[in-house]
């Protein structure tokens, strides 16, 4: 087979979203899929020997992702690195935005020293979802920073912000705070197209969405309300995580 990308050891960290949640498929470790799944399945055919690892926990913060997964990443001397860090910290409330994106720079300072190519994503645009477009600017103002870190650091931008897709409710899970199976397969080809790696994956073509009236609308948000967002406000109040005894879903080659 001849090689199509230079890659051969990939090793994904994060919270949720790069370990797949809204994305569950029993036959995958862990329970779910996800966005880095689905990019390793793609890089995988494209060369003879490879190697895929996610250490990714929901629920961490970023210095959780630093402090636990930075250096058991580096022992596996991948040569990819995806990382996704800093959005549990800026939904949090009084969170500085310049403040994580220092924190972050030290992580992928600490990345980029064995010269893997380290792949890192903004935050997307969710002036549309009702409970997070309250911290819109301050993502705004994240994604900014991470810019400038990944010109400094000559890392690759996926680009959240910029897929328009993710404006549909349908790349969303019914939690409204994790993406749906169609989000992440449509993450995973933005993730593809900027590594410049040719792939299958069809792009999601929707149907027009049904009009739903106000009275509608207010039934669904009462009962999203109930069932995910009074349980996420009551963990933040315990100090509780999602990943509280959780682990890695692959956490080696």
């Known amino acids: 087979m001849t090689q199509q990308h230079p890659w051969s050891r990939y090793v994904a960290i994060g919270d949720s979203f ?39 926990i929901r629920g961490r913060l970023l210095q959780q992702i630093a402090d636990e997964q930075a250096d058991a990443a580096l022992e596996l001397k991948p040569d990819l690195i995806s990382v996704s860090a800093g959005g549990n910290d800026i939904i949090r409330p009084g969170t500085d935005p310049d403040d994580v994106a220092d924190r972050f720079e ?6 980029r020293s064995d010269g893997a190519t380290v792949v890192m994503f903004n935050g ?74 040719d792939n299958d994956l069809e792009p999601y073509k929707p149907e027009p969405l049904p009009k739903v009236s106000w ?21 933040r109040v315990r100090h509780q995580s999602s990943g509280d005894n959780v682990t890695a879903k692959r956490p080696g080659f």
Request: proline content about 6%; charged content about 25%; cysteine-free.
């Open 18 to 56: 790069t370990e797949g949640i809204g994305d569950p498929e029993p036959q995958s470790p862990g329970g779910h899929r996800g966005w880095a799944d689905r990019v390793a399945e793609v890089l995988s055919e494209k060369t003879d020997d490879f190697a895929y690892a996610n250490l990714a």
């Open 106 to 111: 030290s992580l992928i300072e600490r990345l």
């Open 124 to 197: 997307p645009d969710i002036g549309m979802t009702p409970v997070l477009r309250r911290v819109r600017g301050k993502v705004a103002i994240y994604n900014e920073n991470l810019r400038a870190i990944a010109q400094r650091h000559d890392a690759i931008v996926a680009d959240m912000w910029a897929l328009r897709e993710l404006s549909d409710p349908r790349m969303w899970a019914p939690d409204r705070l994790h993406f749906s199976p169609v989000g992440h397969h449509t993450i995973a080809r933005m993730v593809l197209r900027s590594l410049n790696v």
């Open 215 to 235: 009275r509608q609308a207010r039934v669904e948000d009462v009962g999203w309300a109930r069932e995910y967002l009074v349980p996420w406000v009551l963990r």
